[in-house]
């Protein structure tokens, strides 16, 4: 952790990030505001696009900004002949040899900081279980034991949500889903310039210094974590979530759950109250407000869901 820093200047920092990331990557405010949002809870994120909306160059970027070095950064495309060594790495002969089933996971995904999976959905059943073990208890297994993983931040791109059923858990560990269109009909010169400002500073091997380390997302995330633990064991009032708000998040949930826009399971419900909290303390409102519980909008399963979820929970929120 990093105790010379306070909590409002961790929240500054954050935004100061932010800020910056948004005038690199142009028209993608929406997507870097989840994108921090993610990474300070330690919550999965799905960015959905095709190909050419700089989604990978946007995780490197953000990357570069928090401070981790090359191989801090676990960057894989999967096919669907990956095998588990690609991603947690070989065997160990030596080991084997005295009869012991070991991977030697250095410079793989269980000591990265910062996983960037790129087209996740094309997981096969020899790594699917790999990746639910990391996504949702953040361990791997070595020997038949379970060994906790290094990473603290997670994301992962597709150009689409898979509908295959098989990949359901798959989908079902991603809280939150955005989508990431071309934007060069709205934001052309601008797209050009900051594009070819990126481009030539790659070539040129320029690098920019960080403007936040990932210490001050863990202290954040403890500090709120901490917080709701404590609501939580002395069965108070959350003051983060006030009762009406939880009330208008219980009726929103039950509907969109009911009008079939978005499967929302108890582990997600669990986790995506946290996060709303996260969202409110993040923004300085003190209290979660009804712009928090507009993440319901990025909880679809379905691609075809994307868009009319985004406009029903904004039809809710608004007769609210």
Known sequence: MNPTISISEARHQLRLLAR???REFVGREETIDLLVLCAVAGEPLLLIGPPGVGKTALIKTFAKR?????????????TRFTEPSELIGPIDIHALREGHYRRRVQGKLPTSKLAFIDEIFKAN???LNTLLSVLNERCYYQDGRAEPVDTEIFLAASNRIADDPELEALRDRFLLKVELREVKREHFDPLLRQGMLQELERRLQRNTPPLIQLETFLQLRQH??????ATVE???DDPLFPSEMRRLFERLVISLDTEGYARISDRALIKLYRIIRFHAFLLGRGEVQHEDLFLLAYTANRQDYLTPLRQRVTTLLDLA
């Open 20 to 22: 910056s990331l948004q």
């Open 66 to 78: 928090i401070g981790l070095k090359d191989h801090e950064l676990f960057d894989y495309l999967i």
């Open 125 to 127: 059943s020899a790594i």
């Open 224 to 229: 709120l974590d901490e917080g709701l633990l």
């Open 234 to 236: 002395q069965d108070r």
